[in-house]
């Protein structure tokens, strides 16, 4: 059993870790949409609703602190519904977390290309279609694919030059962050944060966005089985990680109040950029935000590859979907077919057009909110089932937290349903949602088809290794 299941190397050390974690969260998304958040919520309408959802998702993360060093395996979400609510959920699951994931570096495949028109802007070259009123050319959708392509090469030669160039574009994203609200300070204006708060439904709308900002830290559990770190500080890191990232909206949200008045940043077509190049009076300081910007596209868009194929790999490793994703490479040791498959997505996503950004976004974050809704269930569950397992860090009050979390994630997943306050669009996101499930469901009856009945032994063998298999399951299959 032992020559079937292959592992991942260690090779990731704790400022890898951290790169990886703060990087994912903090990518793009803050550079667009900083100053809708104003224009929505209001200054301080959108910092409360990111200091609410940054609690919500505290209280999600401290499920996650818990079980990731407890249970430290490729897969994550997946390995934890699995061992709290058996094969179908787990699998639900994992699908859900990786549909998050591709989501969002797919989402960066078209940022890149909004980023550099701003830069240099790219001509008009080679129409292909219209979709949802927007244009879309092939000079336009090319830069995209071809970072894409580049991404993926990255990750496919193994894990540790991605995460050295995780830290170093994660260190380009924080310098430009730094100018941002330096600038803000020094040459904005206290009178340009308006309004201060807008309504309810403002606040709730960005709220609706926080899930996908904040996706990032959960990609920890994805790459645990990578981590050379004592296990204790894993939990450690997943909780920072998230303050982090709070931090870093909210200081983001300030400098583009204090950069601009509202007409500048709500007319912008890159709102930081515009912003800042509008405080500085120099419009090479909007291009200085946008190589920031492009450090964090790169930063989010590798670290979600790397996530998304460690979910796919141990779904394939577990014999979930064929056999090619459970198999690494040779030389490199990564997971190659679930790391081509997302850079197949992220490849075709720019032909969608400028327009999907926020199709990504929300259809993202619904498949996020589905797994941290899991993953705080099956909290619960191993917590019931599994008193004595070795946990490296434990939560206080871990029922309380737990039951916190999943009403947490019941809320989250209410505003995304049609019942909620603002449902997924019909069809482009809803559309996108039945698309990869629609792949899943056809992978699964690929993989049932690939193997004979798997005994629970063999499944738990597969999916936890020796050293974490529950041993009253794998003795009752001998």
């Known amino acids: 059993m032992s020559s079937e299941r292959h592992e991942l190397r260690k090779v990731m050390g704790r400022t890898d870790i951290i790169a990886l974690a703060f990087g994912s969260m903090v990518g793009w998304g803050w550079v667009m949409l900083a100053g809708f958040w104003v224009k929505e919520a209001g200054v301080l309408g959108a910092i409360s609703a990111f200091i609410i959802g940054a609690i919500m998702c505290i209280f999600v993360g401290l499920t996650y602190a818990e079980l990731t060093p407890a249970l430290p395996l490729a897969g994550g979400e997946l390995i934890f519904a699995y061992r709290g609510s058996g094969y179908f959920w787990a699998w639900l699951t994992g699908w859900a977390i990786a549909f998050a994931y591709v989501s969002v ?24 279609w219209d979709i949802a009123g927007y244009p879309v050319y092939f000079s336009w959708a090319v830069i995209g694919m071809i970072g894409a392509i580049v991404l993926t090469v990255l990750n496919h030669f193994g894990a540790k030059p991605a995460a050295i160039f995780q830290v170093m574009a994660t260190v380009g994203l924080a310098v430009a962050g730094i100018i941002f609200i330096f600038g803000g300070i020094a040459f904005g204006s206290v009178s340009n944060m308006v309004p201060t708060f807008t309504s309810g439904a403002g606040m709730v709308a960005v709220l609706m966005m926080a899930p996908s900002m904040f996706v990032g830290f959960d990609v920890l559990p994805q790459s645990a089985e990578e981590m050379n770190i004592p296990l204790r500080q894993i939990a450690n890191v997943l909780i920072i990680s998230i303050i982090m990232a709070a931090s870093w909206y909210i200081l983001m949200i300030i400098g583009i109040a204090l950069c601009a008045p509202p007409e500048v940043r709500d007319a912008g077509a890159v709102p930081v950029a515009d912003s800042l190049a509008y405080a500085f009076n120099s419009p090479t300081f909007g291009k200085i935000m946008i190589a920031g910007g492009l450090c964090g596209i790169l930063t989010s868009w590798n670290g979600f590859i790397v996530g998304g194929s ?24 990564t997971p190659t077919a679930a790391i081509i498959l997302i850079g197949i997505f992220c490849v075709l996503s720019p032909l969608l057009g400028k327009n999907a950004l926020v199709w990504f976004v929300n259809a993202g974050a619904f498949g996020t909110v589905v797994a941290y809704l899991m993953v705080s269930a099956s909290f619960l569950m191993i917590r019931k089932k599994e008193p004595n397992l070795a946990r490296p860090f434990k939560v206080r009050k871990g029922n309380v937290v737990g039951v916190i979390s999943v009403l947490i994630g019941l809320f989250f997943l209410y505003l995304y349903l049609p019942l909620g306050h603002s449902g997924l669009i019909w069809p482009y996101e809803w559309g996108l949602v039945f698309v990869w499930f629609a792949i899943g469901a056809i992978l699964s009856i690929v993989a049932k088809g690939s193997y004979a009945n798997i005994p629970d032994s063999e499944r738990e063998l597969l999916m936890f290794g020796e050293e974490y298999a529950r041993q009253e399951i794998v003795k009752a299959g001998k």
Request: positive net charge; charged residues 10%; hydrophobic residues 50%.
């Open 310 to 333: 460690r979910v796919l790999f141990a779904m394939g490793r577990a014999k979930m979907l064929p056999p090619i994703f459970g198999k690494i490479h040779p030389k490199h040791q």
């Open 105 to 128: 570096a797919a989402w960066e495949s078209i940022a890149v290309s909004t980023a550099i028109n701003y830069a240099f802007p790219i001509p008009n070259i080679g129409y292909l």
